[in-house]
């Protein structure tokens, strides 16, 4: 399990460091990768602009997308519609989406928009340079925000709420 946390880690890394055009390397890297993952028995692995791992159960995370998540999970999620994705993580049970560029008045609106939708068990916090928010809503879907002011990052995570 560890080596398959590995490689997941280290593909997500390939992917966030590789620009538009496909090198050699990177498909060496790619085909050494996949190769490795379906070998071990432990799922599946596509790599492309998306890393995706299939488990045996037939759930699929995804790693690297570039874009908002289409999981039934972030269906009750507010999409920010400023700044830029720059990654995210996705499945049926947790997604997380990184951000960069959000401007500090368009993060409180989302902020506002959030609060909303999640209010539920709340809180909030602001310390120096970082605003975190954390709600649920009524469909037992949890949501944390944190909110870097000096980097103008933003860091989405939604999961199901446990009990």
Same mark, same amino acid.
């Given at each position: 399990?560890?080596?398959?946390?590995?490689?997941?880690?280290?593909?997500?890394?390939?992917?966030?460091?590789?620009?538009?055009?496909?090198?050699?390397?990177?498909?060496?890297?790619?085909?050494?990768?996949?190769?490795?993952?379906?070998?071990?028995?432990?799922?599946?692995?596509?790599?492309?602009?998306?890393?995706?791992?299939?488990?045996?159960?037939?759930?699929?995370?995804?790693?690297?997308?570039?874009?908002?998540?289409?999981?039934?999970?972030?269906?009750?999620?507010?999409?920010?519609?400023?700044?830029?994705?720059?990654?995210?993580?996705?499945?049926?049970?947790?997604?997380?989406?990184?951000?960069? =560029? !959000?401007?500090?008045? +368009?993060?409180?609106? %989302?902020?506002? /928009?959030?609060?909303?939708?999640?209010?539920?068990?709340? *809180? =909030? !916090?602001?310390?120096? +340079?970082?605003?975190? %928010?954390?709600? /649920?809503?009524?469909?037992?879907?949890?949501?944390?925000? *944190?909110?870097?002011?000096?980097?103008?990052?933003?860091?989405?995570?939604?999961?199901?709420?446990?009990?």
């Amino acid at each position: 399990m560890k080596r398959i946390v590995l490689i997941v880690v280290f593909a997500a890394l390939l992917i966030f460091l590789a620009g538009c055009k496909k090198n050699v390397e990177e498909e060496v890297s790619e085909s050494i990768a996949e190769s490795f993952m379906e070998d071990s028995g432990n799922g599946d692995m596509d790599m492309g602009g998306t890393v995706v791992v299939k488990n045996e159960d037939g759930s699929e995370v995804s790693y690297g997308s570039t874009q908002w998540p289409t999981s039934d999970l972030v269906k009750d999620v507010p999409v920010c519609k400023s700044g830029l994705i720059t990654g995210t993580v996705d499945s049926e049970e947790y997604s997380t989406i990184y951000m960069e =560029e !959000v401007k500090e008045k +368009d993060a409180l609106e %989302y902020l506002r /928009e959030l609060k909303q939708k999640f209010s539920h068990n709340s *809180y =909030e !916090v602001e310390a120096d +340079d970082i605003i975190s %928010y954390g709600g /649920e809503n009524s469909n037992g879907i949890a949501v944390v925000i *944190y909110y870097d002011i000096s980097s103008e990052s933003i860091s989405i995570s939604v999961s199901k709420v446990t009990e």
